[in-house]
Nanobody
Framework: QVQLVESGGGLVQAGGSLRLSCAASGRTFTSYAMGWFRQAPGKQRDFVAYIKWSGSSTYYADSVKGRFTISRDAAKSTVELQMNSLKPEDTAVYYC???????????????????WGQGTQVTVSS
């Protein structure tokens, strides 16, 4: 089992920045790829970014590429999402998740993540 707890959400004006953090505990953190997903009201949960266990491979949704950066600290068992140049359309509940998959295609699908955090709200005002 892996337990995930997100933090760092909040209210920010458009163009601002937020840094989300996800603390992991339980089974070996470095065995999993970590992903961030988001879900806006009335919409499906969408992929945002992932980072593989080694930290050397990352992937971003087109909508956040160039604005968001995912990173992980294996020693602290955390994964973070730095969000810059935020837009109102980034407003959503953000979830971190852990996956045992390593293939890029599978890591972009929420069904391939076995463990999820409770989510943290990000609201971007215009």
């Amino acid at each position: 089992q892996v337990q995930l707890v997100e933090s760092g959400g909040g209210l920010v004006q458009a163009g601002g920045s937020l840094r989300l953090s996800c603390a992991a505990s339980g089974r070996t953190f470095t065995s999993y790829a970590m992903g961030w997903f988001r879900q806006a009201p009335g919409k499906q949960r969408d992929f945002v970014a992932y980072i593989k266990w080694s930290g050397s491979s990352t992937y971003y949704a087109d909508s956040v590429k160039g604005r968001f950066t995912i990173s992980r600290d294996a020693a602290k068992s955390t994964v973070e999402l730095q969000m810059n140049s935020l837009k109102p359309e980034d407003t959503a509940v953000y979830y971190c998740a852990a996956s045992g998959f390593s293939d890029s295609y599978y890591l972009r699908q929420m069904g391939n993540y076995a463990y999820w955090g409770q989510g943290t709200q990000v609201t971007v005002s215009s």
